[in-house]
């Protein structure tokens, strides 16, 4: 496959895909964009995607049309949602049966490596993707596993008939004013700072995290398109997982993540007391709901040993950074932190 022309679809082109899609329109990709509403097509395809379909991830058969009249499908909407994923694999199939291959990028999280410790300690273990065998060790019912499974077992009765890859991003930080949309995690701790006067953490806060920069994590994107273009289905086979971090051996606890939320709206004048502390579990309901110890109070450590092989690079700056300098300043202009009430979607780590 070359890749001026292809016909690629993304599922729920939001805060990670809408970032692939900008980089992908500049490759003079075809790109068609899956989203739930008018509203978002008119961003989509100002942003230069060729096509909108309008639908929902419970529509199985739209996706699984959609996906077979595309050479390339990229699912970025959520680690966990079975049913859409079952309706792209099902369009692959349509397309094998007609002789066609297919690449298949699917957006899972390192929240697979999550020890369940809720931050009472910092863990060791490191999990590097060129060793498939520590990531199939991980238990059936770990976050987002049921889905990797699935898409591992089509991987194996499709054979060289696809081509398939599941990225694993760590925690993700960054802003792209084009977009102007937020991560996750830090953003929904620094709401509930501002809610309660204090920032906050689980457990002890030791637990560390990788993460990666959303610029960084697109380019990544694009570079395991690019590698999935150029190598011979049957080499692909091996190993599907793919991890993406920028933080080598310098992850930052949970805590310290609060120190920096807590000591950045001291400085802006927002709250009294710049030192965080334990957050107390009836209070999650504010934070990430019954998730939130496996959220924001887990090891998740992870090495992405294969992209850098392949000359992947991250370049753009620290979480640090990012946070003070663009992510802190759009929160701020935001209103009505008293009634803020936690996040309700899915996380996407």
Request: charged share 25%; aromatic share 8%.
């Amino acid at each position: 496959m070359c890749s001026k022309g292809q016909k690629v679809f993304i599922i729920g082109p939001g805060f990670i895909g809408w970032n692939v899609l900008d980089l992908l329109v500049k490759e003079e990709y075809r790109v068609t964009g899956f989203v739930r509403n008018k509203e978002r097509e008119a961003e989509i395809k100002a942003s230069g995607a060729a096509e909108v379909v309008i639908g929902n991830l419970h529509d199985k058969e739209l996706i699984s049309q959609t996906t077979a009249e595309h050479d390339i499908v990229i699912h970025t909407a959520t680690a966990d949602d079975l049913p859409s994923v079952e309706a792209v694999l099902d369009g692959i199939q349509k397309r094998a049966d007609k002789g066609l291959s297919t690449i298949y990028i699917h957006t899972s999280g390192t929240s697979l490596l999550d020890d369940g410790c809720h931050g009472s300690t910092k863990s060791s273990k490191i999990y590097y993707d060129n060793v498939r065998g520590d990531i199939e060790a991980l238990s059936d019912d770990a976050p987002h596993r049921e889905i990797d499974l699935a898409i591992v077992k089509k991987q194996k009765q499709l054979g060289d008939k696809a081509k398939i890859a599941i990225m694993i991003p760590p925690l993700i930080y960054g802003f792209n004013p084009n977009h102007k949309r937020l991560t996750i995690q830090i953003p929904t701790l620094t709401r509930f700072a501002l809610k309660h006067g204090y920032a906050g953490y689980v457990g002890e806060g030791l637990a560390v995290e990788s993460n990666i920069h959303v610029l960084d994590l697109a380019r990544a994107y694009r570079m395991l398109l690019h590698h999935l273009e150029h190598t011979p289905a049957p080499k692909l086979l091996d190993n599907p997982y793919y991890f993406c971090e920028t933080t080598g051996d310098h992850e930052p606890s949970w805590r310290e993540v609060a120190e920096l939320i807590g000591a950045s709206l001291h400085q802006a004048g927002k709250i009294a007391d710049p030192k965080p502390r334990t957050v107390d579990s009836k209070l999650y309901g504010d934070l990430f709901g019954s998730f939130t110890g496996a959220v924001i109070g887990l090891n998740s450590r992870s090495r992405a040993v294969r992209l850098r092989e392949l000359g992947w690079k991250p370049v753009e700056k620290g979480w640090k950074e990012s946070y003070v300098e663009d992510e802190l300043p759009e929160i701020l202009k935001e209103k009505g932190f008293a009634g803020f009430s936690g996040y309700k979607g899915t996380v996407a780590s």
